[in-house]
């Protein structure tokens, strides 16, 4: 993957005026799309193989007259202060504001608040309902349009008139948290890089990122339905992602600059070690991200697969755009006029950087730093073991919009259980008296306790099916509603043991309820799988048990930790005036979920960046802990400036006003401060510390079967410096690949290099082979063949006691074998 990388790198670098061509062409393809195409989102919840879902598809079936499955809205009416709406002139516009909603687009219908008894005790609150033909997504702009036009034509009657249900949520509009984002993380830059042109490219590809996922996103929606939140979470990875790989590889980049190589061989060795734990990083978390989809829930396979397609557009900018643009600035990028005399000192090798610095403390007691970080990771996880899932409602939706205040009016009138009815079916198909069947279900429910309205059943046109609407006490997300509907559900059995009819519970509160039980039963199982690719990715990259273990150990207390800040602040209210969280509420049902994946996927781009530079330096021969402080000295100032980012990113995303990503945001930004500076930066180099040399053991049966995945790019290095071959075509000239060499050399010795033969060690007196330019061209000419290098960290050098492998113990002295011919 390495030598691809490199390959690629130096052809952007060289056709950096056709790739920038090719990605302005895309952006105007998807640009004229988004704007030529008309995007549905949908905020409704499916949940197939649930008793709620199953009852939903038979009533749509046998109750089309109603549009049973439809959107719905609620117009609530509000009569002025002393005034009801029983009666006079109040009550003549409300009847007639319900005619216009009758006349409205893609409306089935309306239940007049006076003959469906939606009317309060005290006459001053009634509420009509609307059904709609079609379902969520499908709701159109000038459907949402003439119901406001009704409550606006309310308002100048002096009613208060407000409106919710799913009909009339649109999608989510962002815009300040962006720019919050976008903002902090040029000056980040700025001050990481001290050049104007190096912080703009990485904010340039990002934004080209952004761009593209959006785009796309939007025009997919035009052809299948996606959830609400689809776009919002793309960008808000995208984003942050895009950033900090391109902050990754430009920083190599200006390292390679500092070394004296030219600009495009630069470019290309930028990608082929930083750019392999790009690709390395990207794809743990478009695995973490794709694997959503395999819970069945709508929701999460459309956040899912929207995330992993901004990360993959990312990847992709930053190993082509990047090193075009790379190109167009060549040398001047590692020029800079904001760099501070400390920042010039580090770069001529004087004093130590903040990085090495805190590296040297925590190895100091590492024990001790060990103990405190652990500790403290878990005493913020305790809040996680009273969690309590919902997924959201017009409760949720931001203070003053139009949904919370319809909700909070009808809380006021009728009482919290009328925001979530619940739909009891009674399918008595299989029963011989079905108006008995329903009959009977109606006197169960009515001798449950947290039951205070039920309705009289209404019947399918054949008569075998019967809807019974049920209101409970309390709110849709409270506890003892999750427990009414489990009660409900109980009396199943008896009904059909008594009549033969079967009794399910739908409705939007039920479809919740289920939601969130599949959710929970769901979390622990991906946990598990997320865990266990963790530690087989790791395993392939750095070539050690111990390292991956103390990864995944890592990232289940940054979860845990994560969680457990996110139950403080939004289910228990704490710090909510600081952040702006106007209720305590219970935790989005997709949220932990979402969580565990981005995590993963964010904990594991911090791993490789960090750990695969002690391995590089540890192989090279630096003891353990002088591997641990190369590692802070070569990438901690880049961690530190990716995380920073990462943070302002999500955070800004805190300002939405959708609950889902409010909490998303806070999460993601917390989950990096956690995962980043107390387990990457302070756990992980304490452990690496504890174990000294077993953290890169790796037994030799287990090394034997592993292939080599070199996302340090160490045996490209190894090859670009001290290339070997093997035979050499007459006539032609090879020269070194160290500095300055030119492309096709390279690509000459790239090409001989993928066809080599294998040997297990660099044999120390074997030069390089020069044909003389005089010699005589024999008639057919062949490739030139280099042999290949080892793969490093897979030596057979062992321990005589552990029988493990040690990547740092170079092979015996004069040891060779013998180059086979290939054919």
Not at 106 to 121: E, I, K, L, M, W
Not at 177 to 190: C, F, K, T, Y
Not at 232 to 239: H, Q, R, S
Not at 750 to 768: F, I, P, W
Request: aromatic content about 6%.
């Amino acid at each position: 993957m390495a030598t691809f990388l490199y390959r690629l790198g130096r052809f952007s670098f060289r056709r950096r005026r056709l790739v920038l061509a090719l990605w302005i062409a895309v952006l105007a393809a998807l640009g004229i799309g988004m704007f030529s195409v008309s995007a549905h989102t949908s905020s409704s919840f499916a949940v197939p193989g649930t008793q709620s879902q199953k009852a939903q598809d038979l009533l749509k079936k046998q109750f089309p007259q109603t549009s049973a499955g439809g959107a719905t809205a609620r117009v609530v009416f509000e009569a002025p202060e002393g005034q009801k709406l029983t009666s006079g002139a109040h009550r003549s516009e409300v009847e007639s504001l319900v005619g216009e909603l009758k006349r409205a687009s893609q409306v089935a219908n309306v239940v007049d608040p006076y003959t469906g008894g939606t009317v309060s005790r005290d006459g001053t609150i009634a509420f009509a309902q609307v059904t709609y033909k079609v379902t969520d997504s499908d709701v159109t702009d000038r459907a949402r349009e003439d119901v406001k036009k009704v409550a606006e034509e309310g308002r100048e009657a002096g009613l208060v008139v407000s409106m919710g249900g799913s009909a009339m949520r649109e999608g989510i509009h962002q815009g300040v948290g962006e720019v919050i984002g976008i903002l902090v993380a040029a000056v980040v830059l700025a001050i990481t890089f001290g050049s104007l042109i190096a912080a703009g490219l990485p904010l340039l590809t990002a934004v080209a990122g952004v761009i593209t996922a959006i785009s796309s996103i939007t025009i997919a929606s035009a052809f299948i339905d996606l959830s609400t939140q689809t776009s919002t979470l793309a960008l808000m990875l995208g984003l942050a992602v895009a950033i900090d790989y391109a902050l990754f590889i430009v920083s190599r980049y200006r390292d390679e600059l500092g070394q004296g190589r030219d600009p495009e061989e630069a470019a290309g060795r930028a990608l082929g070690t930083a750019g392999s734990a790009v690709v390395f990083a990207g794809l743990t978390v478009v695995i973490a991200l794709a694997g959503l989809s395999v819970i069945g829930i709508k929701l999460l396979t459309d956040l899912g697969l929207g995330g992993a397609f901004a990360i993959v557009v990312a990847v992709l900018l930053a190993l082509t755009l990047l090193p075009a643009l790379l190109g167009f600035t060549g040398t001047k990028i590692a020029s800079g006029r904001f760099k501070t005399r400390r920042m010039r000192a580090l770069e001529r090798g004087e004093g130590e950087s903040m990085g090495v610095r805190w590296s040297r403390l925590v190895l100091r007691k590492p024990l001790k730093a060990l103990g405190v970080c652990v500790a403290g990771l878990l005493v913020l996880g305790i809040p996680f073991l009273s969690l309590q899932l919902a997924l959201p409602d017009d409760s949720t939706a931001s203070p003053g919009s139009t949904q919370r205040i319809a909700y909070e009016t009808i809380a006021k009138g009728f009482g919290p259980g009328y925001n979530g009815p619940l739909a009891v079916v009674v399918d008595a198909r299989g029963s011989d008296d079905a108006p008995a069947a329903a009959k009977e279900a109606a006197g169960m429910l009515e001798k449950l306790p947290d039951i205070v309205s039920v309705s009289p059943a209404a019947f399918n046109p054949s008569g075998d099916v019967a809807l019974i609407r049920a209101v409970p006490g309390s709110s849709p997300t409270s506890q003892d509603t999750v427990d009414l509907v489990s009660a409900i559900r109980d009396q199943g059995p008896h009904l059909q043991e008594d009549t033969g009819a079967q009794l399910m519970v739908t409705g939007t509160t039920a479809i919740n309820i289920d939601t969130s039980s599949k959710l929970n039963a769901a979390l622990f199982p991906y946990l598990s799988i997320v865990i266990s690719l963790a530690m087989v990715l790791l395993l392939l990259v750095f070539r050690s048990i111990l390292v991956p273990l103390t990864a995944t150990l890592g990232f289940l207390l940054s979860v845990l930790a994560t969680l457990g800040a996110v139950v403080a602040v939004f289910q228990w209210g704490w710090l909510a005036d600081m952040l702006g969280i106007e209720q305590a509420s219970p935790i989005v049902s997709v949220l932990p979920i979402i969580m565990v994946g981005v995590v993963f996927g964010l904990a594991m781009d911090y791993q490789v960046f960090l750990v695969t530079r002690m391995r590089e330096e540890y192989i090279h021969g630096a003891e353990p802990r002088e591997a641990v402080i190369a590692g802070f000295r070569h990438s901690g100032r880049v961690v530190t400036a990716a995380a920073v980012i990462m943070i302002s990113v999500f955070a800004g995303f805190m300002l939405a006003p959708d609950a889902l990503m409010k909490s998303v945001g806070f999460g993601l930004a917390v989950s990096v401060l956690f995962d980043a500076f107390v387990v990457r930066m302070t756990i992980v180099p304490a452990v690496m510390a504890l174990l000294g040399r077993r953290a890169w053991s790796l037994p030799a049966w287990l090394d034997r079967m592993l292939p080599n995945m070199d996302v340090e790019g160490e045996r490209l290095r190894h090859l670009l410096d001290d290339p070997m071959t093997s035979t050499v075509p007459a006539g032609a000239e090879l020269v070194g690949v160290g500095v300055g060499s030119s492309s096709a050399t390279v690509d000459a010795i790239l090409d001989g290099y993928t066809r080599a033969h294998h040997t297990d060690a660099a044999t120390s007196g074997e030069a390089n082979l020069h044909s003389r330019a005089d010699a005589p061209a024999p008639s057919r000419q062949r490739r030139p063949k280099l042999p290949r290098l080892p793969k490093l960290g897979r030596s057979r050098a062992r321990d005589a006691d552990t029988d493990t492998v040690d990547p740092s113990e170079p092979k015996a002295a004069g040891a060779k074998e013998a180059v086979q011919d290939p054919q």
